[in-house]
């Protein structure tokens, strides 16, 4: 029979990988609840018309990125590409935004986007996110660029980069929307097809076009500091402020846009230096008309979303197994359930633990345990029942101690007894979770 293979773009996420994932996303949790935010999880699709509302339908996302396929009953749905929208129609719909003066959410998981494979990029990827909703001040965006920059420290990111720049707002973007279509109208020929056709629609979008010979073009294109309104260049100033002061690092660059049509005002992204041509890791914005749009009440937002794939590569660590604690191994079938139980006890103190079936040989059982890198075995046989007492054999001293405390002691107190013994010296007292010559004999008799 003829092998299933995965679908492309699709990965597949195994030890030792999935430990790094699961690693990183706990460090980011961790910060995120630092500065007070509650995670939600929202569902993978969606009704395609929240993205279009959002996102924009000129955008690349809607345009050609989406995965959308018709419900039974007709109702058209996407994947989700990104997060914010979702998380904001959530938060109408719960209620959220009348209860409460401000919102702090973040949310962890995958994002779909039919895009061209490559290093880092695929076409279900994960993203870690948060979003500020319900505050328009500058002391907003400039916590959640520091909350964003201490997301990448706690990834481990090297050289990351932050680059700010202000979009401008509903007063003053026309202007610049103006200047920006006549720029690309002089320039028509030398567009590609699709700006050809957003030069109409959208001409901001011009801005944000991956094809070579368009990029070449914005390159002398207008600026979009050079239309700011004096509120939204005062927003910008006193963001910029406020950061410098908190000693977080940022560059101003005038020609940084976002892909989505709903950011306003400050807008910021990161990149990492080693990742070459493609080393944006992350990045977001202000969104202050994106609630009211989705049909929720006129609140301002601001938020970003970090890919977990692009922190990874950028990071660079090997991915390392994680390796048990503890391997439990029974030497006979009778001491099965005393290794279950002893297995259960250390597991509810957190620990790692790998459980041997019964009936092998001590040597193949200790070859396996040292090849999963096994900090201690707990060896349970005849004599170990009879003196109600395990075996615990330290990995790395080759020694076996017979532990000072019963089999059905806390998993917390038989924890501490091995990290007692990984901090001593081999003595004579058995009972202290030391070495005598016999149980060191009968150690070496069994492996």
Do not use: W
Not at 33 to 51: C, G, H, K, M, Q
Not at 136 to 150: R, Y
Not at 287 to 296: I, K, N, P
Request: charged share 30%; net charge neutral.
């Amino acid at each position: 029979m003829k092998t299933l293979a995965g679908v492309k773009g699709f990965h597949d996420i195994v030890a030792p990988e999935s430990e790094r994932f699961t690693a990183l996303e706990d460090r980011l949790r961790g910060v995120l609840r630092s500065y007070n935010y509650d995670e939600i999880r929202v569902p993978l699709a969606e009704r395609t018309e929240l993205f279009a509302r959002s996102l924009g339908e000129t955008t690349d996302i809607v345009e050609k990125e989406m995965y959308t396929f018709d419900d039974r009953d007709g109702t058209s749905l996407t994947l989700r590409p990104e997060g914010t929208a979702s998380v904001v129609r959530a938060a109408i719909e719960a209620g959220l935004a009348q209860r409460e003066r401000v919102t702090k959410l973040y949310y962890v998981g995958p994002m779909f986007r039919r895009e061209r494979p490559q290093k880092g990029r695929s076409r279900q990827f994960h993203q870690v996110g948060a979003e500020l909703i319900g505050r328009d001040d500058p002391l907003a965006d400039a916590e959640t660029v520091a909350l964003f920059a201490d997301c990448l420290a706690a990834a481990g990111v090297p050289d990351a980069r932050i680059v700010l720049n202000s979009l401008g707002d509903a007063v003053c973007r026309p202007a610049y929307r103006e200047a920006l279509a006549a720029y690309g109208k002089a320039h028509e020929a030398e567009l590609c097809a699709n700006c050809r056709q957003r030069l109409a629609r959208n001409p901001l979008r011009l801005l944000d076009c991956k094809e070579e010979s368009c990029r070449r073009v914005m390159v002398g294109a207008p600026r979009v500091g050079d239309h700011l309104c004096d509120a939204c260049r005062a927003h910008f100033a006193e963001v910029k402020r406020l950061l410098a002061a908190a000693g977080v690092a940022f560059t101003e660059d005038p020609r940084l846009v976002r892909g989505l049509d709903y950011y306003v005002r400050t807008a910021f992204e990161a990149t990492a230096g080693n990742l070459g041509a493609q080393n944006a890791v992350g990045g977001g914005g202000r969104y202050d008309g994106l609630v009211e749009a989705l049909g929720g009440p006129p609140l301002a937002g601001v938020g970003f979303a970090l890919g977990t794939e692009r922190l990874l590569l950028a990071a660079g660590a090997a991915a390392v197994a994680a390796r048990p604690y503890v391997c439990v191994i029974p030497l006979t079938e009778g001491a099965t359930a005393a290794a279950l139980n002893v297995a259960r006890s250390l597991r509810r103190a957190s620990a790692r633990v790998e459980l041997e079936s019964a009936g092998r040989s001590v040597k193949s059982a200790m070859r396996r345990a040292d090849k999963l890198g096994a900090r201690f075995t707990i060896l349970l046989g005849d004599d170990e029942l009879a003196a109600g007492r395990a075996t615990a054999r330290d990995m790395g001293a080759q020694r076996d101690h017979r532990l000072a405390l019963p089999l059905d002691a806390a998993g917390d107190a038989l924890l501490e007894c091995l990290r007692a013994l990984a901090a001593s010296a081999p003595k004579a007292d058995v009972e202290t979770g030391q070495v005598t010559e016999s149980t060191r004999a009968r150690g070496e008799h069994r492996g």
